[in-house]
Each structure stands twice: as structure tokens, then as C-alpha cells.
């Protein structure tokens, strides 16, 4: 008879929650009932280590993004799946002459707002290349909410991540999309996510290997001294 | 025992109203430090919205549908504290968001606060938080649908605070939905055709160059069809 233990079961788990999360994304709410997310589910330790050195590197680009970038590695690298859902539709605006993506200095004497934002020159030097269609980044954040909404049913620790989907951007998991929120899935005892050390060099791993290298000094003392 | 009458559900919507917003507060974000302006509006408002919306759309602000409840969410997103200099705004850093938007709220200091340029990050929370809402709602037994438009009027009456962009998250504890309307009106078919011209003047007098319709009329024309006046203004404007 098969016999599956936890650590396996979790393993299974955090893969079948990542595909509701992505289902439960498809059908959230969206302006004018066109999708404009697509999704990806990355899991396996090599792939999720090739996304945390991808942080590592990002983390020397900009002075801001130092820290908070090699804290984003190490909870990549104690999570077990990321989830990526990126607006495929962010150069494509939604009409509506909203005026959030660049206000009314686009005001034109000829077009809308929205055809103004369509011949916005792109930011070809920056993280994401901008500007967006902030209408369809809206319904982005309704597929993210749901997303989280199915996770945190599911007691599944999750959390929204700029960085983590600036490395999938990077590493192209969703090569038609212009913005990408990255969401790192894990199931532990303690959320990776919660009650960080400033720090990042201080991670488990660090920790395990401090106390290898001390505790044959530590047994041979001890010893010698008859504890 | 007590019945399930109007009063007990305006009773229930008081309190449901107040789960959907503690929902939306504590919606989990990307920046963690967005500005968000929650509020449980009276019957009363919701009445003066609605019939605002039917004004709109031209039809009578008597048979106005006035929900048993509405939240207004509300986002102060012109503003960047985030430092990340993402580049989703179009600006390279975020310093020069926060200037051009500074800008465009001193072009005119005493009217309504601009829409943009915004951060998309804060949006993306503040559509989050407006996921929960919705999702809250629902997991309470209720009827919702999230409404700009309603949004809009709200934040042009000033229900909504001292926020940037507003939507609102109407209640019904209805069998049929009102949020869906029309779907199950017994309207005869002359009446139909009235309203769906109607509804169609409504539609580009609000979004007169939407482009959208614009798009439908090129696939129009290419059959030797005319829907709109407004042909072209894409490409000659």
C-alpha cells in the first residue's frame, strides 16, 4: 500500500494550491469581462534557487534594492512553489480616458488620454518598462486578491512580491507581460514571510553551518573535560 | 421568533458591512503603506448616488435600485513612498511620480483631486483590498458587484474623503441581483430598442471618444456598416 509522509504530502499540496490560486485568478472580477492575466507556477528546489541567485544579482543594481532583495532570496529559497500572474493587456489601454496613468498633463488637443498613453515613449532603461495601463494593472490586482483570498483559506503562507516578479520578468516566465507580481507559496511551521532579521546573511542554513563548524570543538572540550 | 423582514436585513447589512471592510483593511499588499478611506454609506447616500447613476443613463430616477447597503473604498495612490524606482508609472524614479503628480494637483490647487499619474503598486493594493471586500461579501451570503461608476459620483459628492480614485461594493441580500440588471426585465421589444438607444447616447456622452466604441466601428464599417458619428477620431481627431 502507497504511503505518503508529510514532508511529500506538502510538497504535492503547495502545487495543487498554486493551480487554485490560478483558477480562483482567472475568474475574479474584471473591467469589461476581458482577462488579462496569465499566470505560471515555478516549483522544484533547482528552479526556485535559479530565481533566488536572479534576486541576488538584482539586489546590486539599485542601492534601495540591496537588502530587501537578498531577504527576498532567502524566502524564495525557504518557500516551496512561486506563483507568477502578470497583465498581458498593460500596453493595450482600456478606453476609458481615466487619466491614472499619467493625469491630465497627457490632456491633448487631439485623442484621449488613452491615445496619448499609446504613444508614451517606454522606459527601455527601467525594471518594468513603463508606463502601464493602470485600468488593467486594477484588474490585475482583482486576480491577485483572489489569488490570495484562495490561499489564505487554504492556510498556505503567501505574501505579494515586487521583487520576486521582477525576477521572473527577468528570467521570462511570462513573456507577454509588462508588470508581474511574483507570489512565493510555502507550507511551514512559521511563515518565511513574518518576523525577518534585518540582516539577510543570518538564514537557517548560515546557522546550521556555524554549529557544524563549532560542535566538534565543543565535543572535544567537553570531553576532554569528562562532560 | 422573528421573521426575515426588511428590518431584521437592514439590521444584518449594518453588520455585514462592517466585516467587508475589516476584510478589505486587512487584505495582505505589495507596499504595505497605502492610504486607504473606508466607508459604510446611509441609505440615504446610496438613494442620492443611484438616482445620480439613473440621471446618467437616462432613465427614471424613481425606479431607482437602491441596494441595502454600499462601501465606499477609496485610495490615495498619487503618491510614492516605496523607493523601489520600479518604472511601472512611466517615471524612472519614484521621486519624479511624486513631482509630476505634485504638478498636476497645483495646475488646480481648489478642484478635484487628480487621478493620476498614480503608483501602480498602490493601485494593485487597492484593488486587493477591494478582492477581499468582494470576497467577504459573498462568503456572508450576499449579492455584490464592485462599481466605478458609482464610484465616481461618490467621490464627486464627497462621501468618499480625501481619497484619489473611489469604487464601491454594493450589498443586496436579493434573489434576483439588481447589480446584473436588465438581464431579467420583461421589457417588450420596442421598449428595448428605445432603451438600448437610449443607453448607447448615455455611453458616449460619457466616454465620447472611448476607444473601444471606436474599434467596434471599424469592425462595423468594414461590413458597410455605420454605428457612430464619431468614426475616425483615432486616426484624424
Known amino acids: 500500500m502507497p504511503i505518503e509522509r508529510l514532508k511529500e504530502a506538502n510538497q504535492h499540496a503547495v502545487i495543487l494550491a498554486g493551480r487554485l490560486m490560478m483558477a480562483a485568478a482567472t475568474t475574479a472580477p ?55 500572474l502578470g497583465c498581458f493587456r498593460s500596453y493595450d489601454p482600456f478606453g476609458t480616458a481615466c487619466g491614472r496613468c499619467l493625469g491630465n498633463q497627457g490632456e491633448p488637443k487631439g485623442g484621449t488620454k488613452c491615445v496619448k498613453f499609446r504613444d508614451t515613449p517606454k522606459l527601455t532603461d527601467g525594471p518594468f518598462p513603463g508606463p502601464v495601463c493602470t485600468y488593467r494593472i486594477s484588474d490585475l490586482g482583482y486576480c491577485v486578491g483572489s489569488a490570495l483570498w484562495i490561499a489564505g483559506r487554504l492556510f498556505i503562507d503567501t505574501k505579494p512580491k515586487f521583487p520576486v516578479g521582477l525576477a521572473g520578468m527577468k528570467l521570462g516566465y511570462l513573456p507577454r507581460s509588462k508588470f508581474i507580481v511574483g507570489l512565493p507559496l510555502s507550507i511551514s511551521p512559521k511563515s518565511p514571510f513574518d518576523d525577518v532579521l534585518a540582516d539577510p546573511r543570518f538564514t537557517q542554513q548560515y546557522l546550521m553551518d556555524r554549529l557544524e563548524r563549532i560542535w566538534p570543538i565543543f565535543r572535544s572540550v567537553y570531553g576532554t573535560l569528562g562532560g | 421568533m422573528r421573521t426575515y423582514d426588511q428590518k431584521v436585513n437592514r439590521e444584518y447589512m449594518e453588520v455585514a458591512a462592517k466585516a467587508v471592510a475589516a476584510a478589505a483593511r486587512s487584505a495582505p499588499h505589495t507596499t504595505g503603506s497605502l492610504d486607504l478611506v473606508i466607508n459604510i454609506l446611509s441609505s440615504e447616500e446610496i438613494e442620492t448616488i443611484q438616482k445620480t447613476v439613473a440621471q446618467m443613463f437616462m432613465l427614471d430616477p424613481e425606479k431607482a435600485v437602491v441596494y441595502d447597503g454600499m462601501l465606499t473604498i ?38 478635484p483631486r487628480p487621478t493620476g499619474p498614480s503608483c501602480n503598486w498602490k493601485v494593485l493594493d487597492w484593488n486587493i483590498s477591494l478582492d477581499y471586500a468582494a ?3 459573498t462568503q456572508l451570503g450576499l449579492q455584490t458587484r464592485v462599481q466605478d461608476i458609482q464610484g465616481v459620483i461618490a467621490l464627486s459628492q464627497g462621501l468618499a474623503g480625501d481619497v484619489d480614485v473611489c469604487t464601491t461594493v454594493p450589498l443586496t441580500a436579493e434573489k ?14 420596442e421598449e428595448l430598442k428605445v432603451r438600448r438607444a437610449q443607453a448607447e447616447d448615455a455611453f458616449r456622452r460619457i466616454f465620447p471618444t472611448s476607444m473601444d466604441l471606436d474599434m467596434l466601428d471599424l469592425f462595423v464599417a468594414a461590413f458597410g456598416l455605420k454605428l457612430s458619428p464619431n468614426l475616425g477620431s483615432i486616426s484624424d481627431p
Not at chain 2, 80 to 92: E, I, K, P, Q, V
Not at chain 2, 176 to 189: E, I, T, V, W
Open chain 1, 30 to 84: 474584471q473591467h469589461g469581462g476581458s482577462g488579462v492575466m496569465e499566470g505560471c507556477l515555478v516549483y522544484g528546489e533547482d528552479e526556485l534557487e535559479r530565481i533566488a541567485s536572479k534576486l541576488e544579482e538584482l539586489s546590486l543594481v539599485k542601492k534601495q534594492w540591496n537588502e530587501s532583495f537578498r531577504l527576498e532570496a532567502n524566502m524564495v529559497r525557504e518557500s516551496q512553489a512561486v506563483l507568477f
Open chain 2, 176 to 189: 434576483r441581483n439588481p447589480l446584473f440588471g436588465g438581464r431579467f426585465d420583461n421589457a417588450s421589444k
Open chain 2, 135 to 137: 470576497a467577504m461579501a
Open chain 2, 74 to 111: 477609496g485610495a490615495r495612490v498619487t503618491h510614492s513612498d516605496t523607493h523601489w524606482d520600479c518604472g511601472a508609472c512611466g517615471f524612472s524614479t519614484c521621486a519624479a511620480l511624486n513631482q509630476a503628480a505634485k504638478a498636476e494637483r497645483d495646475k488646480n490647487p481648489s478642484g
